[in-house]
């Protein structure tokens, strides 16, 4: 049966994709990539020659359409992300709601994606959370900062490396220097890290560190403790 697959893949160590992943990869008719020069790294250590394209968020809105009638007329099609669960921050969305629309049969592969790992080794409550992703570059950010301030819930988000001092400054700005947090750089690669502290602290530490890697920052809820826990500072 022709179906759209969503296949995560791994967000560092290779060993982290799951054997159904690589037999959807290897027998589907098509790989969407979003970006192939990527993609092709991972299909050539697993030795998977399915014939790829471009699907990233520059083209998805003109695209999706003529996916979802290539899947009605008998193709099965996979898309993958540059690393992580597609529609997670990632392009993806789109083609599945248009998938799902049209009547295409939609499947999403259980696999890696950053936020988890890094909420649960956070050591913060995780029983209820709030995923927010990138935070916006510019326009509207000090707004979702001052609402994300007072969630009563764990919050996570994503950042890249140029704005983690600023992000943490303006969430010092926000929650209070002494909201705990935890920062975790680079999930399942060699120099994988988490630091864990108040925000002070953070903010401490990475003055004094140059912030390397792909990050996800955990902050814990309005209504949490802020005094230190035994341990909480501690780097592994």
């Known amino acids: ?23 959807i990869l290897k027998e589907c008719d098509l790989i969407l990539a979003e970006d192939t020069r990527t993609t092709s790294h991972l299909l050539k250590h697993f030795d998977i020659q399915t014939r790829m394209i471009s699907h990233h968020k520059f083209n998805e809105h003109k695209t999706v359409d003529q996916v979802a009638e290539r899947i009605l007329a008998g193709e ?87 704005r983690v001092l600023k992000t943490l400054t303006q969430l010092a700005e926000c929650c209070g220097p002494d909201r705990l947090a935890s920062v975790t750089r680079e999930i399942s690669k060699v120099y994988e890290q988490t630091v864990r502290g108040n925000l002070q602290e953070l903010i401490a530490h990475f003055t004094q560190t140059e912030p390397r890697g792909e990050f996800v920052m955990v902050v814990s809820g309005f209504s949490e403790k802020n005094n230190r826990e035994d341990g909480r500072s501690s780097s592994k």
Do not use: W
Request: hydrophobic letters at 40%.
């Open 1 to 23: 049966m022709s179906k759209l697959f969503v296949v995560p893949t791994p967000v560092g160590n290779l060993e982290d994709i799951t054997l159904r992943a690589i037999r």
């Open 76 to 162: 099965t099609i996979a898309l993958v992300s540059d690393a992580g669960t597609p529609g997670i921050s990632d392009p993806g969305f789109l083609l599945v709601r248009q998938c799902v629309q049209s009547g295409v049969d939609v499947e999403c592969l259980p696999g890696a994606t950053a936020f988890v790992p890094a909420l649960v080794d956070s050591g913060l409550p995780n029983d209820r959370f709030h995923f927010e992703g990138f935070l916006p570059p510019k326009k509207g950010r000090q707004t979702r900062l001052k609402e994300l301030a007072v969630l009563p819930t764990t919050f996570v988000l994503y950042e890249s490396p140029y």
